[in-house]
């Protein structure tokens, strides 16, 4: 039985605002296996970068308001600083968004490293370069990068030395925060298979792929999570996901989404109308009812409790029984 | 690193030769003869005047044409021939004011280097500890928005009047031989102290209050983030936060030169330090043109230099003006 | 009139006048300078005497007849400060206008063309500017000129200071120039005046007023050390001038403290009245210096 790395249960993290509280995660649980990529999808504003940022550092105005998050057994939001610090690098790490400014501009490569590690108690002597220069090898990156300064590399580069720097301490769980999202799809390829190599390699124990972009997940992700407006309305399986979504945000998502071969002509591209629902002291009701075609009295009553369609899929919709039903009678009766 | 010096150097250059042209336009852009002008204000006996009246025809070449006489401003500012003070016996105007300028340096100097050291720690310090930011930062604000002068007059009334323990004027006693005496040094330093205080104490404020803000600032940006979630300490976040602080207050300084010269020129005239400060209120007091002119040569000399050292200090301290110049990214 | 409750409601929908009105430095600075305004504006309602007349003993501390004491000529200290205060708040205002208004135009016209020749000169200009320093320009003016009044001295220092506005200025306008709500208003419909009114004007306005602030008080500052050194006005009194005759007399020597001192804290209290609104404000638009 692989061993469960990430157990997240009902977590609630909130915005603390003048006006009230922005409901931005609200009682959220998945779980995440070591060997696993695990991806979470979603449309900007959904909460994912809340929730990855949630799981490391919570600053003001974000605050923690309930659930556990538990990595390796440690509950993330109950750690005091000291233990979350411990945690931190080694054993949960961070791919963060911008690579830009990610670096201090008067750091040489080499002296952020060696700072960073030195902070878990690791020499930073030329043993350690030797394994830190292999790694960059590995990403086609050659060893000089560790004595320039940011400025003089690359956009490309240092997304490159950001990916080798934050799996250096080989972390149980690397949170990739949409880290292809400004990237063309060449570059978005290479680190794709970057981050399912140093899974292989063991450099790290799992990922937590953020994005917005579900053809990637296809392509690495083993199970992904659907979050829209700070729930997650499916989880399941990737094929699942992409051949048989129950939810009918996930439908929505994937029929938007191009397919190769398929002109406008014959079939239009749709996108889902709509936008999502502000959060600010958000009240009960599923939240995607304001745009799905679905919805009813009591999707805007009740919010709809997590059911399990079986162990590995759940979904959070009053009527998906009825919504699949109906689909199955149209499929059948062509 | 080319690029960089060289808009900077030609500012300068232009600066300068715009210094030296005015200097040399405005006698001879005001109504009537300037000789006339000078000599009226002045009381001396009729032989003197008499005296000075060729000396100065000679000076000015007034009969020669414009461009001969500008070449030869230009000719006499390279050979150190700015003319003769009337305020200080005639002496060359030269040689007071590099005698000056030698106390200004001494003065000048270590207030603005130490204020900017320590006042960059208090800074940062305050900038992370709230107990230490709620008691400095009042007193940093209230010696920020005080003149120069004004403070220096409250050392003075305070430690020079009323507590006795330092002396109220000059640069050394009045029966103390200059020289590289030990004697000389300590009752120089005697005298020092108080003006070097007042400059210090207020460019300290200002320093501390705008690294509080840098680190502040840079505490909240992306790096500083990406560290922590690396799990890093504090500590060493704020060092790398100072490291980037520290440039704008460089460019700060740069720019408050201006203010800060002024603000020490009035330092010296209340303890009549005998820097360019002390030359100029004697100076305008006595309408003393040559001399008048000369210090504004000087300050601007002192300007320059100052800018232009601390130009090189910023381009060794910022890797981003360093390298641009050098190769470049791949 | 409004309630308690909608004013608070309106507050607290629109957070950057919620923060201002409750923030604790805007608040007392705002007291403070307003205080000394009306002492300028009507202060001379309080004392019957005019600045240079002899009103008294030569050389008083403060009593009961002379609040402030007297100089040692007899002439009145308060009567002087008030005096001082309005000379002092005239040069803030046009210096600081002056300086601020040249400031903003050179600043967006050099970012608006930034790139061009005329960017570069206008910024050439601006350096070289900054490298003078204003006493010695006014070294120089003060030299060969005979009479120099308050106003012209304000004239004087606010064409002198508004480099640093520029710089800044252009800055902003560079960015803005850069800014994806500029490039929405050529591929949509929007015309660039409207979103410069409802989005940008904000910022910019905010921006100003505090460099507006800075250029008040640093032009009050130049302009007392320049009395002080004694190439200030020929005519009328200032602050800076009250000291430097007081420093002409001796007042260190004999003691005159309410000569010397009182002034400089009045000016300097002024001074800080306007950081803490200055600073105030930047906690307002920085939230980052905000605490919640």
Redesign the interface.
């Known amino acids: 039985m692989p061993e469960k790395i990430l157990e997240v249960k009902q977590l609630k993290i909130y915005y603390r605002t003048l006006q009230g509280f922005v409901k931005a995660v609200d009682g959220i649980s998945f779980a995440m296996e070591r060997g696993q990529i695990v991806g979470l999808a979603g449309e900007s504003g959904c909460g994912k970068t809340t929730f990855c940022n949630g799981l490391i550092l919570r600053k003001k105005p974000m605050q923690y308001m309930g659930g556990k998050a538990l990595l390796l057994g440690h509950d993330l939001m109950s750690a005091n600083k000291a233990e979350m610090r411990k945690l931190r690098y080694t054993n949960i790490s961070l791919i963060p968004q911008s690579a830009m400014d990610s670096f201090s501009p008067t750091k040489k490569i080499k002296t952020l490293v060696s700072d960073l590690v030195r902070q878990h108690h690791i020499e930073a002597d030329s043993d350690f370069f030797r394994k830190v220069k292999e790694r960059f090898a590995q990403v086609n990156l050659t060893p000089d990068v560790l004595d320039s300064y940011p400025i003089e590399l690359s956009g490309g580069m240092k997304q490159r030395v950001l990916m080798v720097i934050a799996t250096m301490m080989n972390p149980d769980l690397l949170v990739a925060d949409e880290i292809s999202s400004a990237l063309d799809v060449t570059s978005q390829r290479f680190v794709c298979k970057l981050l399912v190599d140093f899974l292989r390699k063991k450099f790290v124990g799992s990922v937590l792929f953020i994005t917005h972009d579900l053809s990637i997940l296809y392509q690495i992700a083993a199970k992904i999570i659907i979050m829209y407006a700070g729930h997650l309305v499916e989880v399941a399986p990737t094929k699942d996901i992409i051949h048989a979504p129950k939810h009918p945000y996930t439908k929505a998502l994937i029929t938007s989404l191009p397919r190769i071969g398929v002109r406008f002509k014959d079939h239009k591209l749709r996108g889902i109308g709509g936008v999502p629902p502000k959060l600010l002291e958000i009240g009960p009701g599923c939240r995607f009812r304001f745009r799905c075609p679905f919805a009813d009295e009591i999707c805007e009553q009740k919010t709809p409790p997590v059911e399990n369609i079986n162990r590995e899929h759940s979904i959070m919709c009053h009527h998906w029984k009825k919504i699949d039903r109906n689909e199955h009678e149209h499929s059948t009766k062509r | 690193m080319g690029k960089y010096f060289r808009?900077?150097v030609?500012?300068?250059l232009?600066?300068f030769v715009?210094?030296i042209t005015?200097?040399w336009m405005?006698?001879r852009a005001?109504p009537g003869n300037p000789i006339q002008i000078m000599l009226s204000r002045i009381t001396v006996t009729p032989d003197t005047k008499a005296k000075m009246q060729t000396y100065y025809k000679e000076l000015f070449g007034l009969d020669k044409p414009w461009i001969i006489q500008y070449l030869n401003y230009w000719k006499s500012i390279f050979t150190g021939n700015l003319g003769r003070s009337i305020s200080f016996g005639l002496r060359p105007v030269g040689d007071i004011l590099s005698n000056a300028v030698i106390f200004d340096f001494l003065l000048m100097f270590p207030a603005l280097l130490l204020s900017f050291i320590f006042g960059n720690k208090l800074g940062a310090v305050s900038g992370v500890n709230k107990r230490v930011d709620n008691i400095l930062m009042p007193v940093f604000?209230?010696l920020?928005?005080?003149?120069?002068?004004?403070f220096a007059?409250?050392l003075?009334?305070i430690f020079?009047?009323q507590l006795n323990i330092f002396p109220?004027g000059g640069a050394y006693g009045q029966f103390v031989l200059p020289g590289f005496s030990l004697h000389f040094i300590l009752d120089f330093l005697y005298h020092w102290f108080l003006p070097f205080m007042s400059l210090f104490a207020i460019m300290l404020g200002q320093w501390a209050i705008g690294m509080r803000?840098m680190i502040?600032?840079e505490m909240?940006?992306?790096?500083s983030?990406?560290?922590?979630?690396?799990?890093?300490?504090r500590g060493?976040i704020r060092r790398?936060a100072y490291?980037?602080g520290i440039?704008p207050q460089v460019t700060g300084l740069g720019?408050r030169?201006?203010?800060f010269?002024?603000?020490a020129?009035?330092t010296e005239?209340?303890f009549q330090y005998p820097g360019l400060?002390y030359i100029?209120?004697r100076a305008?007091?006595d309408?003393d043109?040559f001399l008048?002119?000369g210090?504004?040569l000087f300050?601007?000399l002192l300007?320059?230099v100052a800018?232009f050292t601390v130009d090189i200090i910023y381009m060794f301290?910022?890797?981003?003006v360093r390298?641009?110049f050098s190769g470049?990214?791949? | 009139m409004r309630s308690g409750k909608e004013i608070s409601a309106y507050l607290k929908n629109h957070p950057n006048l919620y923060f201002t009105v409750h923030n604790k430095k805007v608040v007392l600075g705002l007291s403070m300078f307003l205080f000394f305004a009306l002492l300028a504006l009507l202060g001379t309602l309080l004392t019957p005497y005019n600045y240079s007349d002899i009103a008294g003993g030569s050389a008083l501390p403060p009593n009961a007849k002379h609040i402030l004491g007297t100089t040692q000529l007899g002439e009145d200290v308060f009567s002087q400060v008030i005096y001082g205060l309005r000379a002092t708040f005239i040069t803030g205002l046009i210096a600081g206008g002056l300086a601020t208004l040249i400031g903003i135009s050179v600043g967006f016209l050099a970012g608006y063309y930034g790139g061009s020749l005329l960017d570069e000169g206008l910024m050439m200009i601006t350096n070289i500017m900054l490298v003078i320093p204003i006493i010695a320009v006014l070294v120089i003016i003060s030299a060969y000129l005979r009479h120099l009044s308050v106003f012209i001295q304000a004239l004087i220092i606010g064409s002198y200071n508004w480099p640093w506005v520029a710089r800044a200025v252009r800055a902003q306008t560079l960015a803005i120039k850069n800014n994806p709500y500029v490039n929405l208003s050529h591929i949509s419909s929007i015309p660039i005046s409207r979103i410069i009114r409802e989005d940008i004007a904000f910022n910019m306005f905010s921006y100003i007023f505090m460099a507006f602030i800075l250029q008040f008080s640093g032009s009050v500052l130049a302009a007392a050390t320049l009395d002080f050194i004694g190439v200030g006005p020929t005519q009328g009194i200032s602050l800076g001038l009250i000291m430097r005759f007081a420093i002409l007399a001796g007042a260190i020597l004999h003691g005159y403290w309410w000569w010397m001192i009182i002034p400089g804290l009045i000016l300097t209290l002024l001074i800080v009245s306007l950081y803490l609104i200055n600073t105030g404000l930047d906690e307002v638009f920085n939230p980052r210096l905000r605490e919640l």
Do not use: C, H
């Open positions: 808009k900077k030609l500012v300068y232009i600066t715009l210094a005015i200097n405005i006698p005001m604000y209230f920020t928005s005080a003149p120069y002068f004004w007059v409250i003075s009334f020079g009047m109220l803000n502040i600032y909240g940006t992306n790096y983030r990406f560290m922590e979630a690396m799990g890093s300490r060493l790398y490291r980037n440039l720019i030169l201006g203010q010269i002024g603000g020129l009035a005239i209340v400060g100029l209120f305008i007091i309408q043109y008048l002119q210090i504004f300050i601007i300007m320059l800018n301290l910022d890797p981003r390298v641009s470049g990214s791949q």
